[in-house]
């Protein structure tokens, strides 16, 4: 079974800072990666995919994530962040073929104005 | 288009009492999800469907959960009796047909046990 890891749970910054988030999964097949974004009193939103292709994949509002196979990582960057970024973000995987999704425990980002 | 509608948003409880989630998809998917979000940690997965089928429910506590999907379109989760660690956001997703797919999820139900 697939499995995710993310790190720092609390980040507190300020705006116009920069914001990376690191994800590493376990499974030794071929996967799919995500990153959900949860905003205050809302539903889980989906951020950015990837399945094939480009390693570097680019989502919305600025966000954008890198595939990195033999690190079995796929980090959540942003340049500058902005007070409406303050969310919650989560790293997810599935396996190829297989839609159920392997969430991590998330990251909680607080942007200071 | 609709999103994955889910009821109530909020229910409070006391252990051992019994209590039911609905969940109406977004049309034309499929795949329905019912994840539990317990505090400070990420969605676990209870029980997919497939269409009315179930596909993986290696994760649902059988003793006191169930969840059905009749008719293969709105779906029902139930817990009986219930237990102060039951206490979570219960998620509904769905994803339409097709290989690789995204799933969209609800707002949720918060469930306090109590």
């Known amino acids: 079974a697939q499995s995710v890891s993310q790190h720092n749970h609390h980040v507190i910054l300020s705006e116009a800072a920069s914001l990376e988030l690191g994800c590493n999964y376990s499974y030794g097949g071929t996967v799919n990666l995500f990153w959900y974004v949860q905003y205050p009193g809302q539903h889980l939103q989906l951020l950015l995919k990837?399945?094939?292709?480009?390693?570097l994949v680019k989502g919305i509002k600025g966000f954008e994530a890198e595939f990195i196979k033999s690190k079995f990582s796929f980090n959540l960057r942003k340049p500058s962040v902005q007070w409406s970024d303050t969310a919650e973000y989560f790293c997810?995987?599935?396996?190829?073929?297989?839609?159920?999704?392997?969430f991590g425990k998330g990251n909680q980002v607080v942007v200071i104005p | 288009e609709a999103g994955v509608a889910q009821s109530p948003r909020y229910k409070i409880i006391e252990k051992r009492q019994s209590v039911a989630f609905w969940c109406n998809p977004i049309s034309g998917h499929a795949t329905l999800y019912w994840y539990q979000q317990i505090l400070g940690q990420g969605p676990k997965l209870l029980i997919q469907?497939?269409?009315?089928?179930?596909?993986?429910d290696s994760q649902l506590p059988k003793d006191r959960f169930s969840a059905e999907r009749l008719k293969g379109v709105d779906s029902t989760l139930k817990i009986q009796p219930a237990k102060l660690e039951d206490s979570a956001v219960y998620l509904c997703?769905?994803?339409?047909?097709?290989?690789?797919?995204?799933?969209?999820f609800g707002q949720g139900t918060r469930l306090t046990v109590v």
């Open positions: 990837y399945f094939s292709g480009d390693p």
């Open positions: 997703a769905s994803s339409p047909p097709g290989g690789e797919a995204e799933a969209f």
């Open positions: 469907f497939q269409n009315n089928g179930v596909v993986d």
């Open positions: 997810a995987v599935n396996a190829r073929g297989n839609n159920r999704l392997a």
